[in-house]
């Protein structure tokens, strides 16, 4: 749901003068855009846009805040890139972007972000998102930190090779215990794909998996062979499927 601030101009300003800020939260407050000003707020640590379904991007100052440990835009519907600049932000810990659904994909600098711990959802990318420029979920295999416990990938139906590469990388990690895998986003028009059946066998995640929820997926049947192999299977949730 949407603030009150959603269809009014919201100008905050003042607050990019504010330079010793160390936390900035703008929740739900109907942004269209962040002012360059932004980049101005240097001991900024942690920035929480949440909600601001008309958000698109950042400005490129953006990836002056130096400090910035955790960066938090879940739900941003309309956000389409994040900055091509963002391995800038050495000390970035946190990167949470679940829900922004029409991000066209990752930039690949995020594989340069060596103190990044958490990365709540990794977006395949759309066939037009520059191929150099986008982040393979192999690349994230660089960051030694990043913990890979949880992992959502959005947009399987994407994947190229039919998900080889991926599904050989989630069969490798063992601290893997919840997995999401959305195949396309639920409001997009349903029509049944062979290649998800594909696209499913090939993404095998390790034995140790204790959570796995199945999104928008348009296969005729759900049986990948691994099924039976995940022993230690707690809960399965099977959403926005149509068999």
Same mark, same amino acid.
């Given at each position: 749901m949407? %603030?009150?601030?959603?269809?009014? @101009?919201? *100008?905050?300003d003042?607050?990019f003068?504010?330079?010793?800020? *160390?936390?900035?939260i703008?929740y ?11 980049g101005?707020?240097?001991?900024? *640590?942690?920035?929480?846009? @949440?909600g ?11 990836c002056?805040l130096?400090?910035? =440990? ?7 519907? %309309?956000?389409?890139?994040?900055p091509?600049?963002i ?5 970035? *810990? ?13 930039p ?5 972000? @060596? ?8 977006? $395949? ?21 990043? =913990?890979?416990s949880?992992?959502? $990938? ?27 895998l ?6 997009? =028009?349903?029509?049944? %794909? ?21 999104? /928008? ?5 759900? /049986?990948? %062979? ?7 299977l ?7 499927c149509?068999?």
């Amino acid at each position: 749901m949407l %603030s009150r601030w959603s269809t009014t @101009t919201f *100008r905050c300003d003042p607050i990019f003068n504010l330079t010793c800020l *160390r936390s900035l939260i703008l929740y739900c407050c109907g942004l269209r855009q962040l002012p360059k000003e932004i980049g101005n707020l240097i001991h900024l *640590r942690f920035l929480n846009v @949440t909600g601001n379904s008309f958000l698109k991007e950042f400005p490129d100052t953006l990836c002056d805040l130096l400090n910035l =440990q955790t960066l938090k835009m879940n739900e941003c519907i %309309s956000f389409e890139r994040l900055p091509k600049r963002i391995e800038k932000l050495v000390k970035l *810990r946190h990167l949470y972007i679940f829900g922004c659904e029409c991000l066209k994909g990752l930039p690949k600098g995020i594989e340069k972000l @060596t103190c990044l711990r958490k990365l709540d959802t990794f977006f $395949v990318p759309y066939q037009d998102f520059e191929a150099d420029e986008a982040l393979k979920l192999e690349d994230l295999n660089r960051l030694k930190h990043l =913990q890979w416990s949880n992992v959502v $990938v959005f947009r399987c139906a994407n994947l190229t090779n039919g998900g080889q590469a991926e599904g050989e990388l989630l069969k490798k990690k063992q601290d893997l215990v919840d997995l999401k895998l959305v195949f396309e986003w639920p409001q997009k =028009q349903y029509q049944r %794909s062979d290649e998800d059946e594909v696209i499913l066998e090939a993404l095998h995640p390790h034995p140790n998996l204790k959570s796995l929820e199945i999104g /928008s997926y348009r296969g005729a049947n759900i /049986s990948p %062979s691994w099924l039976n192999a995940l022993c230690n299977l707690k809960m399965l949730k099977l959403k926005y499927c149509d068999f």
